[in-house]
Nanobody, 125 residues
Framework: QVQLVESGGGLVQAGGSLRVSCTAS????????MGWFRQTRGKEREFVAA????????RYSDSVRGRFIISRDNAKNTAYLQMNSLKPEDTAVYYC??????????????????WGQGTQVTVSS
């Protein structure tokens, strides 16, 4: 019943911007921290950003801090990842996930219990 659906991926030139969305259903969205991860071909999935239930607290990986902004609209059951100043290294499949932790914004995959199908983001040079 829990479902997370990403959208908004695509092809962007280096230096450009893109916003990906994650629409949730099947649970009380506002009660859960949410996160974004990404995975490049041949590499392990890595943490990108996380946001607390109300959106007050946010956490970012060092590689995206200052360029990406995570946000959420609880009325729309949607989490967003605004990606600015994109680099070719940002090319990956981006996944949103629901956190199973209530006390922290975790960077570990193990702390997230439901995942979306992913959306491809490709940054050309």
């Amino acid at each position: 019943q829990v479902q997370l659906v990403e959208s908004g991926g695509g092809l962007v030139q280096a230096g450009g911007s893109l916003r990906v969305s994650c629409t949730a259903s099947g649970f009380t969205f506002s009660s859960y921290h949410m996160g974004w991860f990404r995975q490049t071909r041949g590499k392990e999935r890595e943490f990108v950003a996380a946001i607390s239930t109300s959106g007050v607290n946010r956490r970012y990986s060092d590689s995206v801090r200052g360029r990406f902004i995570i946000s959420r609209d609880n009325a729309k059951n949607t989490a967003y990842l605004q990606m600015n100043s994109l680099k070719p290294e940002d090319t990956a499949v981006y996944y949103c996930a629901r956190s199973s932790r209530f006390n922290i914004l975790s960077t570990m995959q193990e702390a997230y219990d439901y995942w979306g199908q992913g959306t491809q983001v490709t940054v050309s040079s």
